[in-house]
C-alpha cells in the first residue's frame, strides 16, 4: 500500500502529480491512499505515509512501467476540482479510481449511469451548491484602512463564512475578480483567505472571531430591507435558498422575522397600489412555455454535463444540415450574458459562438465598455446553424419563431445554471429566446424587461446589423451604450 501526503485536503496540485506517478509507477486503484494535513487517510489508518508530500512524495515509487502519457479528458480535471473540496474522505481514491478507467474507456465521463461517475457528479454539485451559497452569503465588515507604498488608501475588510466544504481556495479567485480594490480576509475554520491587491495568501482555518457592529453591517441592513419584496416572499422557498444554518453570520437575517410578519400589510398595500403602476413587459403577453426537447437527459447540473447533452439535441431539423450544435461558452460564475442570435458560418464550423465577423465587432464593442471578457457568458438562442446552400457558399437564414421556442428549453437552462445578474439581448431572436415573445428593438431598447427568473434583461441591437447597415455608425454607437449601461449596472 502507497500513502501519499498532500500539503492540505483540498490539495489538487499535488494530488494530481502523485496520482501521476502512481499511475506511471503501475499502481493499482487499491494500492493508493491519500492522507493531508490534519486528516488521515481512509481505510488505512496505519500505513506510513509517503515522505514529503507532492512531487517528493513520489520519490519512493517504484520505476515506471506504464509507457507513455497519462490522457484524460477535460471535463475530468474540471470534476476533480470541484471533488477535491468534498468532505468525503475517499475523494481522492475515488478520482484515482476515475483517473485508472479513464485510461481503457474514454468515454467513461459520457456514461451517467456508471456508478462511480454517478457519485463523483453528486460530490462536485454539491460542492458548486456550497459555492454559490458563498458567493451569495460572505459580507464583509470593515475593520481599517492602510496607506499604500504609492499613498493611496485601501479600505480593509473581514468576513467570517462557515462553508460546508472545503471550498476557501475554489472559490478565492471569485472574490478577488469582484473585490479588486478592497483588502479583505474571509475567516472559516478549515482556511483563510487574505487579498491585499496584490496577492492572495492562504492561512490554516481559525475560530468564529467575536462579532463587532458597525455601520458597514448596519448599511447592509438598510440595503436589505429595502430590496425585500414581499409579493416574493415564499418562505420555504426562502429557506432552501437561504438555509438557517447561514442566517447566524448574516447581518440582515435579524431583520427576516419582523419583515415576514409584516408581509401580509406591506403586501395588501401593494394590491391596492397595483393599478396605478406600470406593467411589466412582460406580463402584456402570453408567456409561451419552452419545449422540452424529446430526448432523455437525466439531471443535467452543469454546463459540462449540458453541453454533452446538447450534442444530442434532434428536436427541430435544423441539426442535420449543421456541422455541429453550439453551445453557450464562458464561466459558470459569470455575471453577464449575452445571447446572440445563433451560431454563423464560421461559429458553425469552429463549434463556439461568436468568432466570426459579428463575433469581431461585439468583442470590439464589449472591450471597449469597459466589459470584462472572462465575466460573460456567451451563448443563443437558437444552437445550430441555418442556412441555404448557394454554390459553395452558405447563406445564414433567420430562424423561424417556432424554431427558437423549440430551443428554448436549452437557454433556460443555461441562464439557471449560470445565473447571472444581466442579461443583455442581440435582436429580435435572442428576446424571443429570452422572453418568448416577438418585440422590435427599436422600441424594446428603453423598455424595463425582465426574463422569467427575474435577471433583468438588456435589448439591443445584433452586431450584424451594425455590419449591414448602410451607415452603421448609429446602431454601432447603441449598441456600445447599451453595453456601457450594462457595465454600469454590473457595477452598481
Ligand atoms: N451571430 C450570432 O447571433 N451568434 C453567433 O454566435 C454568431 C453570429
Not at 475517499?90 to 478507467?101: I, Q
Not at 430562424?399 to 437552462?413: N, S, V
Not at 447597415?469 to 449601461?485: G, I, K, V, W
Request: proline fraction near 7%; glycine fraction near 6%; charged fraction near 25%.
Amino acid at each position: 500500500m502507497h500513502t501519499f501526503a498532500l500539503d492540505h485536503p483540498a490539495d489538487l496540485e499535488g494530488w494530481r502529480e502523485t496520482a501521476r506517478a502512481a499511475y506511471l509507477a503501475g499502481l493499482q486503484p487499491h494500492e493508493v491512499l491519500w492522507t493531508s494535513a490534519g486528516q488521515p487517510s481512509p481505510g488505512d489508518l496505519f500505513a506510513a505515509p509517503v515522505a514529503g508530500n507532492g512531487a517528493d512524495a513520489t520519490a519512493a515509487l517504484p520505476a515506471p512501467v506504464n509507457e507513455g502519457e497519462l490522457r484524460v479528458p477535460r471535463g475530468f480535471m474540471q470534476l476533480a476540482r470541484e471533488v477535491v473540496c468534498h468532505r468525503d474522505e475517499a475523494r481522492f481514491v475515488l478520482l484515482y479510481d476515475l483517473l485508472f478507467r479513464l485510461q481503457s474507456d474514454r468515454h467513461l465521463l459520457r456514461k451517467a449511469a456508471d456508478p462511480l461517475l454517478d457519485r463523483m457528479v453528486r460530490l462536485a454539485k454539491e460542492i458548486r451548491r456550497d459555492a454559490h451559497k458563498m458567493k451569495a452569503f460572505v459580507r464583509f465588515q470593515k475593520v481599517g484602512e492602510r496607506t499604500t507604498v504609492t499613498g493611496d488608501t485601501r479600505e480593509q475588510f473581514v468576513s467570517w463564512f462557515e462553508p460546508s466544504h472545503r471550498i476557501v481556495r475554489f472559490k478565492a479567485s471569485f472574490f478577488v475578480k469582484r473585490f479588486t480594490s478592497m483588502d479583505w480576509s474571509i475567516l472559516t475554520p478549515d482556511d483563510c483567505v487574505h487579498w491585499d491587491g496584490e496577492k492572495l495568501r492562504f492561512t490554516p482555518g481559525t475560530a468564529k472571531p467575536a462579532a463587532r457592529e458597525d455601520a458597514l453591517e448596519d448599511a447592509w441592513r438598510t440595503y436589505y430591507a429595502s430590496i425585500f419584496n414581499p409579493a416574493r416572499l415564499k418562505v420555504s422557498a426562502m429557506q432552501s435558498e437561504m438555509p438557517k444554518k447561514y442566517w447566524k453570520n448574516l447581518p440582515e437575517a435579524e431583520l427576516i422575522p419582523e419583515l415576514v410578519r409584516s408581509a401580509q400589510s406591506k403586501m395588501a398595500s401593494m394590491v391596492d397600489a397595483a393599478p396605478t403602476l406600470p406593467k411589466p413587459a412582460m406580463m402584456r403577453h402570453r408567456e409561451i412555455a419552452p419545449e422540452e426537447p424529446a430526448l432523455d437527459l437525466g439531471k443535467v447540473s452543469s454546463l459540462s454535463e449540458l453541453r454533452t447533452a446538447l450534442g444530442g439535441c434532434r428536436a427541430c431539423p435544423l441539426h442535420g444540415p449543421a456541422t455541429q450544435v453550439v453551445p453557450g461558452t464562458g464561466q459558470s460564475s459569470a455575471s453577464l450574458m449575452i445571447v446572440g442570435e445563433q451560431p454563423g458560418d464560421q461559429e458553425d464550423l469552429a463549434g463556439r459562438p461568436f468568432v466570426g465577423p459579428a463575433g469581431a465587432v461585439l468583442h470590439a464593442l464589449i472591450d471597449e465598455a469597459g466589459l470584462d471578457r472572462d465575466d460573460i457568458f456567451l451563448t443563443n438562442a437558437v444552437k445550430h446553424f441555418k442556412y441555404q446552400p448557394r454554390g459553395k457558399r452558405r447563406i445564414h437564414q433567420n430562424p423561424a419563431a417556432h424554431e427558437i421556442d423549440t430551443c428554448r428549453w436549452w437557454l433556460e437552462k443555461e441562464i439557471a445554471l449560470v445565473q447571472p445578474k444581466l442579461i443583455v439581448g442581440l435582436g429580435g431572436s435572442a428576446m424571443r429566446g429570452l422572453t418568448g415573445r416577438t418585440m422590435a428593438i427599436g422600441r424594446a431598447r428603453g423598455e424595463e424587461i425582465a426574463h422569467a427568473s427575474g435577471t433583468p434583461v438588456i435589448a439591443t441591437y445584433h452586431p450584424s446589423y451594425v455590419l449591414r447597415a448602410p451607415e452603421p455608425e448609429a446602431p454601432r454607437r447603441m449598441l456600445l451604450e447599451d453595453l456601457q449601461r450594462a457595465h454600469a449596472l454590473l457595477a452598481a
